[in-house]
């Protein structure tokens, strides 16, 4: 790095810092004057309106913040749901993943500057320019990725235990419970069987005993989760509470169209299976069993064709 263009660096970096900071000020200041507006409308009007902040008040500021970062990268609102689909349902978890997507591009923009300070006279500062950038971006997109990842987990673990959420349903509906008995029995009982639905069936059967609509509950929870062998089940559901009728036949045709698909998926996943084995036999054991079976003929003709030229 030339003498010349260090000032330029460090006034370059020294300018960026103070952007940063600028805007996590901003940031901060919009934030508690969101979350000031939410607690106003939310707070209990006999609170005295001197009353002293809560703990987790600067973690809620940051957070805040942090929404307000996530709203940069997610256009279309999508955060909320993969929240729900990855079972961070609650206050504390939301106030975690936005802390960290506000702290993700800070730390990776700090380990940057770390590394460019120990490494010396001979670091380019230009190439350390882009590691920050690529560092900050990478920063506000990794707890985007991390959420998908989960949620994408815990959908395929829900799908897992339709069916046997089909079993438990039809043997409870065959015993004489309605829709809203049979989803407090699974809740109450099912904690280890289902333990994955458990959590979603336990805030339906609150919003149920507060007396919210069962189909527009289901509805809600389809929309939410959409996991396509639970929202057939859930449609089945909601027409039953809605209109009546026979439940159980239903449910096993739904059953049988979801064995079907897996059973199909299953078979398309040996088929791959197979053609990468035949690879594998074709690049491996092909040559090493042609070597061995024709291995002692060859050595046999080589040999009677040096005693001819001998």
């Known amino acids: 790095m ?24 901003v940031l901060l200041v919009r934030g508690n004057r969101e979350r000031r507006i939410r607690d106003r409308l939310t707070s209990d009007s006999t609170a005295p309106p001197d009353a002293p902040r809560e703990a987790g008040g600067l ?26 689909q990855a079972g961070w349902r609650g206050a504390r978890q939301h106030t975690y993943y936005y802390l960290a997507q506000l702290l993700a591009p800070i730390l990776g923009a700090l380990l940057v500057a ?10 380019s500062g230009v190439n350390y320019l882009m590691y920050l950038v690529v560092a900050i971006i990478i920063g ?43 989803l407090a029995t699974l809740v109450r009982e099912g904690r280890g069987t289902l333990p994955e639905l458990n959590r979603e069936f336990a805030v339906v059967t ?21 996991v396509s062998e639970l929202s057939n089940i859930l449609s089945v559901l909601r027409q039953v509470d809605r209109y009546g009728g026979e439940v159980r036949q239903p449910l096993l045709e739904a059953l049988q169209v979801l064995e079907d698909q897996r059973a199909m998926a299953m078979r398309e996943k040996v088929n791959a299976l ?17 070597i061995f079976v024709a291995g002692p003929a060859f050595a046999s003709i080589i040999k009677a064709l040096g005693n001819v030229a001998g």
Request: glycine share 8%; aromatic share 8%; no cysteine.
């Open 2 to 25: 030339s003498a010349q263009m260090l000032p330029l660096l460090v006034a370059g970096a020294f300018f960026l810092g103070v952007m940063g900071l600028g805007l996590l000020a």
């Open 114 to 123: 770390i590394a460019w300070l120990f490494a010396g006279a001979d670091a």
């Open 59 to 84: 973690l809620s500021g940051l957070a805040d913040s942090g929404r307000s970062i996530e709203h940069l990268v997610d256009t279309d609102n999508e955060t909320p749901r993969l929240l729900v």
């Open 274 to 290: 197979s053609g990468r084995m035949t690879v594998v036999m074709v690049l491996f054991f092909f040559p090493a069993l042609l």
């Open 206 to 226: 609150r919003q149920l005993d507060a007396g919210a609509d069962a189909a527009e509950v289901l509805h809600n929870l389809e929309r939410a989760l959409e």
């Open 140 to 182: 506000l997109l990794a707890p985007r990725f991390f959420l998908r990842k989960r949620a994408s987990a815990r959908r395929d673990r829900i799908a897992a235990e339709v069916p046997l959420f089909i079993h438990l349903l039809v043997l409870l509906f065959e015993a004489g419970l309605s829709t809203r008995q049979a």
